[in-house]
């Protein structure tokens, strides 16, 4: 069953729902990028995973945390992550990468769930207008 197409858009509509445009600071130390399946990832950050695609290529749950909501998503190889980012990151938001993973939230809830799994912190695109 094929639906790498249609995952991104829901997270990204997800995402965007939950995502505000909150500020914070990096946590500071960074550990290294944790491996592991969607379940083993939510137990490192303390969040019992809501599993709402499941799926040969793509695994996506909404996850809550003290922090914020965020979704989770693994993925079956690093490439299917890497095309799945590249095309939720043109809807904006905020991301945290890991090896055959992604974390969708506010700003805030990534750079908190950083300083658990590590990994790289990208930001999608900027839809905010600017001027009038």
Same mark, same amino acid.
């Given at each position: 069953?094929?639906?790498?197409?249609? %995952?991104? %858009?829901? /997270?990204? =509509?997800?995402?965007?729902?939950?995502? @505000?445009?909150? &500020? !914070?600071?990096?946590? +500071?130390?960074?550990?290294?990028?944790?491996? !592991? &399946?969607?379940?083993? =990832? %939510? /137990?490192?950050?303390?969040?019992?995973?809501?599993?709402?695609?499941?799926?040969? $290529?793509?695994?996506?749950?909404?996850?809550?945390?003290?922090? @914020?909501?965020?979704?989770?998503?693994?993925?079956?190889?690093?490439? #299917?992550?890497?095309? *799945?980012?590249?095309? %939720? $990151?043109?809807? !904006? !938001?905020?991301?945290?990468? #890991?090896?055959? *993973?992604?974390?969708? @939230?506010? $700003?805030?809830?990534?750079? /908190?769930?950083? &300083?658990?799994? +590590?990994?790289? =912190?990208? /930001? @999608?695109?900027?839809?905010?207008?600017? +001027? +009038?």
């Amino acid at each position: 069953m094929r639906v790498t197409r249609l %995952a991104p %858009a829901a /997270a990204v =509509l997800l995402a965007l729902a939950l995502a @505000g445009c909150g &500020s !914070g600071g990096d946590t +500071g130390r960074v550990p290294p990028t944790a491996t !592991g &399946s969607l379940e083993e =990832l %939510a /137990a490192e950050v303390r969040c019992e995973p809501d599993v709402q695609t499941d799926a040969d $290529e793509i695994r996506q749950a909404i996850c809550r945390t003290p922090r @914020g909501r965020f979704v989770l998503a693994t993925f079956a190889t690093d490439r #299917g992550r890497r095309e *799945w980012t590249d095309e %939720a $990151e043109d809807y !904006g !938001g905020h991301y945290l990468v #890991g090896h055959k *993973w992604v974390a969708v @939230g506010d $700003e805030e809830v990534v750079r /908190a769930l950083r &300083s658990t799994l +590590g990994g790289e =912190l990208e /930001a @999608g695109a900027d839809h905010h207008a600017h +001027g +009038g």
